[in-house]
């Protein structure tokens, strides 16, 4: 149960940091905000203030949130209206849950990075494991620095091992450093592993670690491994588009739950390791907020987005009929396919 109280406490909050970007940056616009809402389906606690009108609801499904505002929906009269404002302050409005979802994950990354401080990593190689076939007569070399996998470059040692296990299913291009010169290694072949049916590379080298680092070090990683988690999000939606991720390897809230109790168990209770791990599901899940809210997609924040965009280029708003009909189909589809995730989770835990 502990277990599920604190995934609860996870999304509550970071669904709260998203919806209060929308109750801001509206607010500072003068839109009138008629509810700020924690939650979903039947109220268990409200407050209406006297001073702007609007009422604060918690509400007893804990599995979204929104802010109702004036004129949302419709072309409602008034200044404080949210129809009424500029095209550019909307988009600032619609945008703005995203962005603190984007900008809390960055900040929690930087606690994990000073956390854990004397154990960044490089990218340059500091031996090899047992078993490695990168290091072939043409492959790696102890001492190389490695800034490109394929096309994308790395400037950390998790950015690193991460582009190795997603690109490393097959052979790859490495760009290094050696000797002070820059070359391309053609055709490097990593170790692979399978995991719920799907071929990823491992890395099988070791590199230095960053000892001592100054701030700049600091800030330079986590805008880095921030970057990275962005990017992961969009090679999973992409590698689900193109089949080689399947729906069952989504998670829902159920099944991210049981995932923290296997790895805390796994941990043997270390209260650092512990911290640490929520810490960075806490950072991923509020990364995969913002960049999944951002996708133009009917319903989602970017959807909105690119709706506002269409008028901004036309001068001309799109009919609000037609634009909440396609909002609606939006819904309906994400509605189906968290109904799919979930079942899938629940029937994992059960079995």
Request: hydrophobic fraction near 50%; glycine fraction near 8%.
């Amino acid at each position: 149960m502990i277990y599920v109280i604190a995934a609860v406490l996870i999304f509550g909050i970071l669904i709260m940091i998203h919806e209060l970007g929308h109750f801001a940056v509206a607010r500072w616009c003068g839109v009138h905000i008629e509810e700020f809402s924690i939650g979903m389906g039947p109220k268990l606690l409200q407050k209406k203030t006297k001073k702007h009108g609007t009422l604060f609801s918690l509400r007893a499904l804990p599995i979204g949130g929104y802010v109702s505002m004036k004129g949302e929906n419709d072309d409602a009269e008034g200044d404080d209206s949210f129809s009424r404002k500029k095209v550019w302050q909307r988009i600032a409005i619609v945008v703005a849950g995203a962005m603190m979802n984007l900008i809390l994950g960055f900040i929690i990354v930087f606690i994990i990075v000073c956390l854990s401080k004397d154990l960044l990593a490089s990218t340059t190689i500091h031996s090899f494991l047992e078993g490695s076939t990168s290091n072939t007569e043409n492959g790696l070399r102890v001492e190389d620095t490695i800034i490109k996998v394929n096309n994308v470059s790395v400037y950390t040692g998790e950015e690193l091992t991460y582009e190795i296990m997603n690109q490393g299913n097959e052979p790859v291009n490495l760009t290094v450093i050696r000797d002070g010169n820059k070359i391309v290694l053609e055709d490097v072949i990593f170790p692979q592993f399978e995991d719920q049916g799907i071929i990823f590379g491992e890395s099988d080298f070791k590199v230095w670690a960053v000892r001592d680092p100054s701030l700049w070090q600091l800030l330079r990683t986590t805008w880095h491994r921030s970057l990275s988690l962005v990017k992961m999000v969009w090679d999973s939606l992409f590698n689900l588009i193109t089949g080689r991720f399947s729906v069952s390897s989504l998670s829902s809230p159920i099944g991210v739950t049981a995932a923290v109790k296997d790895t805390i168990t796994q941990s043997g209770w270390n209260p650092m390791q512990i911290l640490q791990y929520v810490l960075n599901i806490t950072a991923v899940i509020s990364i995969n907020l913002g960049v999944f809210n951002l996708i133009p997609f009917p319903a989602l924040d970017g959807g909105r987005f690119l709706f506002l965009l269409i008028e901004g280029i036309r001068r001309k708003p799109i009919s609000q009929e037609i634009e909440s009909k396609i909002h609606f189909a939006g819904i309906v589809l994400l509605m189906i396919l968290m109904v799919l995730v979930v079942s899938k989770d629940i029937i994992a835990l059960i079995f």
